[in-house]
T-cell receptor, first 117, second 113 residues
Framework: GAVVSQHPSRVICKSGTSVKIECRSL??????MFWYRQFPKKSLMLMAT?????????EQGVEKDKFLINHASLTLSTLTVTSAHPEDSSFYIC?????????????FGQGTRLTVV | GNSVTQMEGPVTLSEEAFLTINCTYT??????LFWYVQYPGEGLQLLLK?????DKGSNKGFEATYRKETTSFHLEKGSVQVSDSAVYFC????????????FGQGTILTVHP
């Protein structure tokens, strides 16, 4: 299957700093990328959907100024957690689809464990 | 939009036991249905899928049949192994123009030797 690479896999940052997480589709062009947040033993919460070259669509309750998403090319999307605080500590996962539509499988990155101290 | 209701866990089984994780869906039309698996500390990976009614997806001994009459896509395995311990997610594609992918709550499976 297609490969989605997410980097870094683990990051620790100080409260108040910003952290950037990258999501790359390695062998396909991703028209759509998704960003999820996962709390311990909880489901995946969809944060936002981004389409290449356009603004991300954020889910209700997700602060767009805090979680900046950029999908500048068909192979790269970034999530920047700005002014991070301990409550932002979580497991973040990206996902990418090659095409839009109801029947297209999504491929997932390995996830990023963010710890804000 | 499309949605799923997945059996809540956690599920704890002994090795070689039979596994069923229930998933029912609501959907406009007949979208493809997917089961994803998440092993500890990792992202998700596709376990199996079915693209139309009565299709059976299968992989690694797991099976799920797309049943439109009961709007179900239950995951089954005849004999689980310790290595199957993971979180399992049932998912339909989303129904918006962006095709967003939303998940059910996931089922934690623990298999003991």
């Amino acid at each position: 299957g297609a490969v989605v690479s997410q980097h870094p896999s683990r990051v620790i940052c100080k409260s108040g700093t910003s952290v950037k997480i990258e999501c790359r589709s390695l062998d396909f062009q991703a028209t759509t990328m998704f960003w999820y947040r996962q709390f311990p033993k909880k489901s995946l919460m969809l944060m936002a959907t981004s389409n290449e070259g356009s603004k991300a669509t954020y889910e209700q309750g997700v602060e767009k100024d805090k979680f900046l998403i950029n999908h500048a090319s068909l192979t790269l999307s970034t999530l920047t957690v700005t002014s991070a605080h301990p409550e932002d500590s979580s497991f973040y996962i990206c996902s990418a689809r090659e095409k839009t539509g109801m029947n297209t499988e999504a491929f997932f990155g390995q996830g990023t464990r963010l710890t804000v101290v | 939009g499309n949605s799923v209701t997945q059996m809540e866990g956690p599920v704890t089984l002994s090795e070689e036991a039979f596994l069923t994780i229930n998933c029912t869906y609501t959907a406009t039309g007949y979208p493809s249905l997917f089961w994803y698996v998440q092993y500890p500390g990792e992202g998700l990976q596709l376990l199996l899928k079915a693209t139309k009614a009565d299709d059976k997806g299968s992989n690694k001994g797991f099976e799920a049949t797309y049943r439109k009459e009961t709007t179900s896509f239950h995951l089954e395995k005849g004999s689980v192994q310790v290595s199957d311990s993971a979180v399992y997610f049932c998912a339909p594609p989303g129904g918006t123009s962006y095709g967003k992918l939303t998940f059910g709550q996931g089922t934690i499976l623990t298999v003991h030797p």
